[in-house]
C-alpha cells in the first residue's frame, strides 16, 4: 500500500467556488513538508467551466516567482477533486490582523488602531508583489502578460508570523488571451463588490489601475479600522462603488492621520483611473518615500512582533493544527507499510522547541552512511550521523546482528536465531502502535458553557441540537481529531473554539463570551394563571418554567426593532397561545410589559400595538 502524496488538514478558508486546507506532502522516501491546498468544492468537481478556470488560476501562480506572492507549486486531483497545491504560509491574513486589533481592550475614549507606519509599509510589500505581476513578460516570447489580480482584499494579503507580505489568489485574475485558455466574458462582474473599481464594478476592461485602487482601499480601511464601502444593502453597495462615494474623511475618523498620507490614499480612490497613480511601482515608491520622511525605518522584524502579539491564540491553535496533520501522516505511514516517514519529524521537534522561523517548513532527509562504515563501527557513534529514528532502528539492528555474527563465527545472513526475537518485537511494536492510534483517535464528550448560557452550537460547521437554542453548560460529543466549535445567539457576535481530542482533554473548557452587537430592548414577562406553563421566546432564545408563585420574569436581550415571538406551552406540552410583538426604545428601568393571561389564553401587550393568536 502506497502514502497518499497529500493529506488534509482543516479547512481555514472557504468561498463560493474553493476550500483552502492546511495540508502535507509526503514523499514516497519519507520526505515531508506542509503545504496549502486549494480545491475545488465537490458539487463543482464535475464543472467542466470551473476546471478550466482553476487550471488557469495553477498556469497564471506557477509564473509568478516572486517574494511577495504566495508560490503555486503545481496542479493535481485530490480526493476526485481539481486542486492547487501552493507554498504554505504559517501566519493569517490581513483580515484577521485587522479583526483581531478591533477587538483589543482599550482604555474609556480611545480606538484600537495599527500604527499609521506599519500600515503604510505592509501596503508597500503588497504594491511591490503585485507590480511584479502586472509586468510579468512571458519566458519564451517576451510579451506582457498583462495579469491584473482583481480580487485584491485583506482576505487575499496574507502576513507570516515572520512578517512576510504576500499576495494570494489570482483567482479571477485578467491575462493576455495567449496565455490564458479562459477569458472573462465582458459584462460579468467576479469579485468582492466591497474593494472593486468603479470601472470593474461597470463591466468595463480592467488594467493595473485598478488593483491600485483595491490596494488603496485596503489602506484606508487599516488606518480607519472602519471599512469603507458598506452597507446592509448590496445594491446601495453597487451604486457607492460606481460613483465613488466616500462616506467619511480619514481625519475625521482618525484625527493621527496626516494630511500629506490622506492625499496619498485618495490619490490612488480617484474615481477616474487617469488620474490614480501610473502604476503600483509608482504606488509603492510614493508610500516608501512617505516612510522616509517619517525616519521610519521599518521591516519584517516589526510586521511580525506586532502580529504575533495581536494573533498569539490563533498561532497557538495553528501549531495545534499542524501537530495534528503530522499525527495524521504518521498513522496513515504505518498503515502503509516500508518505506513510510518517520515517527519523529524535524517539525515535530521545531514545534515542540516553539521554533517556527520560516514561513516554508520543509524536512529534509538524511543522508544514511555507506554498509562498509556499518560493519566496523556502531552508526550513532559516527560523527555528525543525523538519520531520522526509523534509519537508526535499521542501523542499529545491522550493527548488532553484525556484532553478534563476529562472536559466534556465523556469516552474515545466517541470522535464523533471531527471527523468534524479531517476531517478538515487531509484535511488541504492533501492540504498542495499535493503544496509541486507539487514544489519539478517540472521541471526546465536552462540557462547554457560555456567557450568555443559552446559545447555538455548531460542531465542525454542522448545527448541534437541529439548531435550536441549548442552554450551557452543555455537553457535546466531538470527532477524533482538531474540532471547531461555534457558538452563536441573535445580537451577538459568534465566538469559535477549537479543541484536539488527540490528547483526550480537555474535559471542560472555559466560559465562552459571546460580544453584543444589536441594541438591546429589555421585555419584562408577567403570567397571570393558576396552572404552571412554559413560556419560549423565539423558538428556545428565551425559556422560562412559569408558576403562580414565580409568574414574573425579564428578558434583558432581545434585539430592538426585530420581530419576536412568545409560545406558552402547558405541561402536557401542548402550545396553548402564541403572540408575536417588536421590542423598541426600552430600558431595563422601564421594559415592555407584556400580560400572559392563563385563564384567556393570550397575551396583552402593554403600550404596543398586540398581534395576539390565540389557539
Known amino acids: 500500500m502506497t502514502i497518499k502524496p497529500y493529506i488534509l488538514g482543516s479547512v481555514v478558508a472557504r468561498g463560493g467556488m474553493a476550500e483552502i486546507y492546511r495540508g502535507l506532502h509526503v514523499g514516497q522516501d519519507g520526505f515531508q513538508r506542509l503545504v496549502a491546498i486549494k480545491r475545488i468544492l465537490p458539487h463543482h468537481a464535475q464543472n467542466a467551466e470551473f476546471a478550466e478556470m482553476f487550471r488557469d488560476e495553477a498556469h497564471i501562480g506557477q509564473r509568478l516567482q516572486h517574494a511577495n506572492i504566495v508560490k503555486v507549486e503545481g496542479f493535481d486531483m485530490i480526493e476526485g477533486s481539481p486542486s492547487i497545491i501552493m507554498e504554505f504560509i504559517d501566519g493569517s491574513d490581513l483580515r484577521a490582523v485587522l479583526a483581531a486589533t478591533e477587538n483589543r481592550k482599550m482604555s474609556p475614549g480611545k480606538r484600537p488602531h495599527l500604527p499609521a507606519e506599519l500600515c503604510v509599509y505592509i501596503v508597500a510589500e503588497a504594491a511591490r508583489g503585485l507590480h511584479y505581476a502586472h509586468t510579468r513578460r512571458d519566458d519564451v516570447t517576451g510579451k506582457p502578460l498583462n495579469i491584473v489580480h482583481r480580487d485584491i482584499s485583506p482576505q487575499n494579503i496574507l502576513i507570516s508570523w515572520e512578517g512576510e507580505v504576500k499576495i494570494t489568489d489570482f483567482g479571477i485574475a485578467a491575462a493576455d488571451r495567449d496565455f490564458k485558455q479562459t477569458e472573462t466574458k465582458a459584462g460579468i462582474v467576479k469579485g468582492k463588490y466591497s474593494y472593486m473599481s468603479p470601472e470593474q464594478i461597470s463591466g468595463k476592461k480592467c488594467d493595473a489601475r485598478t488593483d491600485i485602487f483595491a490596494l488603496s482601499i485596503v489602506l484606508w480601511e487599516m488606518l480607519t479600522m472602519h471599512r469603507m464601502f458598506t452597507s446592509d444593502n448590496e445594491f446601495e453597495v453597487i451604486e457607492m462603488v460606481r460613483n465613488c462615494k466616500i462616506p467619511i474623511r480619514m481625519r475625521d475618523i482618525n484625527p493621527s492621520i496626516t494630511e500629506e498620507l490622506e492625499t496619498i490614499v485618495l490619490r490612488g480612490l480617484a474615481k477616474d483611473p487617469r488620474r490614480r497613480y501610473e502604476s503600483m511601482e509608482i504606488f509603492e515608491r510614493t508610500l516608501r518615500g512617505f516612510l522616509a520622511k517619517l525616519n521610519a525605518t521599518l521591516s519584517a522584524n516589526e510586521v511580525s512582533l506586532f502580529v504575533k502579539d495581536v494573533l498569539s491564540d490563533r498561532r497557538d491553535a495553528a501549531r495545534e493544527e499542524m501537530r495534528k496533520i503530522l499525527t495524521s501522516a504518521k498513522l496513515k505511514a504505518s498503515e502503509s507499510g516500508p518505506g513510510a516517514p518517520p515517527s519523529r519529524t524535524s517539525l515535530e521537534l521545531a514545534l515542540d522547541s516553539g521554533n517556527q522561523s520560516t514561513s516554508t517548513l520543509t524536512i529534509g532527509r538524511a543522508t544514511r552512511p555507506p554498509t562498509s562504515v556499518l560493519a566496523s563501527q556502531n552508526p550513532q557513534s559516527l560523527p555528525g550521523f543525523r538519520g531520522t529514528s526509523a534509519h537508526r532502528a535499521v542501523q542499529n539492528k545491522q550493527y548488532e546482528q553484525q556484532r553478534m555474527q563476529q562472536k559466534s563465527g556465523r556469516k552474515p545472513g545466517s541470522s535464523f536465531p ?198
Open 418 to 615: 533471531f527471527i523468534p526475537a524479531a517476531m517478538v518485537l515487531l509484535l511488541a511494536c504492533a501492540v504498542a502502535f495499535k493503544n496509541y492510534q486507539n487514544a489519539a483517535r478517540q472521541a471526546l464528550t465536552l462540557t462547554v458553557k457560555s456567557s450568555p448560557e443559552i446559545v447555538r452550537i455548531k460542531i465542525n460547521e454542522r448545527d448541534h441540537a437541529n439548531g435550536k437554542y441549548v442552554a450551557t453548560p452543555a455537553r457535546i460529543r466531538l470527532d477524533p481529531g482538531l474540532n471547531s466549535v461555534e457558538f452563536s445567539r441573535d445580537g451577538y457576535d459568534s465566538e469559535k473554539i477549537l479543541v484536539n481530542t488527540d490528547s483526550g482533554i480537555p474535559k471542560s473548557h472555559p466560559t465562552v463570551k459571546l460580544k453584543p452587537n444589536a441594541t438591546f430592548a429589555p421585555v419584562r414577562l408577567e403570567y397571570r394563571g393558576t396552572d404552571p406553563v412554559t413560556i419560549t421566546v423565539n423558538s428556545g432564545f428565551y425559556r422560562q418554567k412559569f408558576t403562580q408563585q414565580q409568574n414574573i420574569f425579564q428578558v434583558p436581550d432581545l434585539p430592538s426593532g426585530e420581530n419576536a415571538n412568545i409560545a406558552v406551552i402547558s405541561s402536557e406540552k401542548k402550545i396553548i397561545s402564541r403572540c408575536s410583538f417588536t421590542p423598541t426604545n426600552t430600558s431595563e428601568r422601564r421594559p415592555l410589559l407584556i400580560v400572559i393571561d392563563g385563564t384567556k389564553k393570550g397575551c396583552e401587550i402593554v403600550g404596543q400595538q398586540k398581534k395576539d393568536d390565540r389557539q
